[in-house]
């Protein structure tokens, strides 16, 4: 899933740990997209005037998607990156050397290059950012936009860069005609010529980011992502208030004054949400563990399930229940701070623990 432009508020109020776990535990999402928003927007500054503030932001949510141990995107939310050299060149190079080469971390240099520019123009941005990551983080995985608002990946495979562990972007809209097979033939001729198409950010309605839900067309691009092991990011965790985003309500996910702690509830989910919620949920995210039904999968470690007894019982009494819900359960034994802090933290009667 990806967050919304970084600047729309402040404090973002998803831009942080909690949001992070419900994703994984709510969404099954095993990544995050977290937009840094570059220009000011609808009145609000982005890094380029507002740049400590919106840097936080961003390490917060980095650190948020380690803790939670799923990756995160760091994007770089331009249209005109090429414009802004000097600020992206600093923000990737300190980015990087804290971060350095975290598997967990995915660098998108570039969100969506407008049509002001052309692949050349792309390439010689590229040449100079990259070189900059890898640097400090030789072996990360680093999403390059394709030309045309992220479409033309056949153009950018055609005449690739010269790194390693390079993927260009697709971005499409479900609902949006133009965004059907003719798409989807340019992700195939970038994949036959050999090259990594990722779809950082996706929509199930118009390219707005408003309009109906396409059920339809949406399923048609998931089973295209799936059948060639694409990976797809849905646009957007944000709350569909129209005092803020009054032209990108149908993309969001999530109802007109949702927190953060809300969001794994059905009745904050707005359709668009609740349908890409459903993909996830039914889709090998490789984020949830082998629990027994209603038991807590750790975020720690992914052998470890925990249950709640709400009794008074004996040690021995209680370690006996305790193999009567499960085969092989034991009674909890804290390890260490974090195991100390997840258990305090869990709400068992909303995962539906005894």
Not at 75 to 90: I, M, P
Not at 117 to 135: E, G, L, Q
Not at 305 to 315: P, V
Request: glycine share 6%; net charge negative.
């Amino acid at each position: 899933m990806s967050l919304f432009w970084s600047q729309q508020q402040t404090p973002n109020p998803f831009f942080n740990f909690g949001t992070l776990r419900h994703l994984k535990k709510n969404w099954n999402s095993n990544i995050v997209r977290a937009p840094l928003g570059i220009v000011d927007l609808d009145g609000h500054p982005g890094y380029l005037n507002n740049t400590e503030v919106e840097y936080e932001k961003m390490k917060a949510v980095i650190d948020g998607a380690i803790q939670n141990n799923i990756y995160v995107i760091v994007d770089w939310h331009d249209h005109q990156a090429n414009l802004h050299l000097e600020k992206a060149k600093e923000f990737f190079k300190n980015i990087s050397q804290i971060y350095g080469n975290d598997p967990h971390i995915i660098y998108e240099i570039w969100n969506e290059p407008d049509r002001s520019v052309n692949w050349t123009d792309i390439k010689a941005y590229s040449n100079v950012i990259i070189p900059i990551i890898r640097a400090n983080a030789p072996d990360s995985l680093i999403l390059v936009g394709a030309p045309t608002f992220a479409q033309d990946v056949d153009i950018a495979a055609a005449d690739p860069l010269n790194y390693q562990n390079i993927a260009y972007t697709l971005h499409y809209y479900a609902a949006v005609p133009e965004h059907q097979q003719y798409l989807r033939d340019k992700a195939l001729a970038a994949i036959n010529l050999g090259k990594c198409v990722f779809i950082s950010e996706y929509g199930t309605v118009w390219y707005t980011g408003g309009g109906a839900v396409d059920e339809g067309n949406s399923t048609i691009w998931w089973n295209f992502n799936d059948q060639y092991k694409l990976s797809y990011v849905n646009w957007a965790i944000w709350t569909n208030n129209p005092s803020i985003s009054p032209n990108l309500t149908g993309a969001n996910a999530l109802t007109q004054g949702t927190t953060n702690n809300q969001m794994g509830m059905p009745s904050h989910w707005t359709t668009s949400g609740a349908l890409v919620n459903k993909k996830y949920q039914t889709t090998n995210q490789g984020v949830k563990g082998n629990c027994p039904s209603s038991w807590y999968q750790s975020d720690y470690n992914n052998n470890t399930c925990y249950n709640y007894i709400n009794q008074n019982f004996t040690w021995t009494q209680a370690s006996f229940y305790c193999n009567f819900l499960a085969q092989h359960a034991l009674l909890t034994s804290i390890a260490n701070a974090s195991e100390n802090s997840e258990v305090l933290g869990i709400n068992f009667y909303s995962t539906g623990c005894l």
